[in-house]
């Protein structure tokens, strides 16, 4: 094995590959980096919401997210899930702090309301309702896209590279508290709290039909980003 061929997650993945040939698929091993990438964030000692993940695919009263959920949503939105072409060994490469930067916005969502989950809420908990809704599966899968273009656009990222890859990059604590910002507007969308239950069977819906009703009724990347309604 030469060297070069594991400076690089790109390049050490190739080598498995090959070492491996005839015995793992290339999808499995793309499959078990990504893994290993959720596993970085959701097992990490500083992630808050860890506690509300479900060990297995089914979301429980109690634990309202689970891996599944999260790897079609935030991780698909806000992880570089390829493996990259950088170093390791260099200051170029940013996979740790992309991991910090997606768990410091988890622990965001974490602080600003699910810290409250509570399963034994009575029916009319407004708060409740409000965490019920928004971190149902199509829910998250849906606004997860509207938020990482609000994110993208605050932090300035305008190249389809730079636009693919969001944390994965020094973000300074001005430019974190811009993200909060952007998330803490997310929590404050009128129709999480709604009365009616028009939201609720949409929810049931399909991503794209869910995503939809969401940018009719207000929740867009510009109303993330500060517009009024």
């Known amino acids: ?20 040939a005839g015995m793992t698929k290339k999808a499995d091993r793309t499959e078990q980096f990504r893994t290993y990438l959720y596993n970085s964030v959701i097992e990490h000692v500083d992630n808050k919401t860890s506690k509300w ?15 599944d959920m999260l790897s079609k949503s935030i991780f698909a939105c806000f992880v570089y899930r390829e493996p990259v072409e950088d170093n390791m060994t260099t200051e170029l490469y940013k996979r740790q702090v992309e991991v910090e930067n997606v768990i410091a916005m988890m622990n965001m969502l974490n602080d600003l309301g699910l810290h409250a989950w509570n399963p034994d809420a009575a029916a009319g908990d407004t708060l409740q309702r409000r965490l019920a809704r928004m971190f149902r599966s199509k829910s998250i899968m849906s606004w997860s896209e509207l938020l990482v273009d609000a994110v993208t656009a605050t932090l300035k990222l305008h190249d389809s590279d730079e636009k693919a890859r969001p944390f994965y990059r020094d973000l300074s604590k001005v430019q974190l508290g811009d993200v909060k910002s952007v998330v803490s507007r997310l929590f404050g969308w009128k129709f999480w709290a709604d009365g009616s239950d028009e939201i609720d069977r ?14 009719e009724h207000g ?11």
């Open 1 to 20: 094995m030469k060297s070069e061929t594991v400076k690089s997650e790109s390049g050490f993945l190739k080598w498995l590959i090959r070492r491996d």
């Open 219 to 229: 929740l867009t990347p510009g109303y993330l980003m500060g517009a009024s309604m």
């Open 202 to 215: 949409i929810l049931s819906d399909n991503k794209s039909d869910v995503k939809q009703w969401f940018k």
């Open 53 to 67: 993940i479900s060990a297995s695919n089914k979301s429980t009263n109690d634990k309202s997210l689970t891996i």
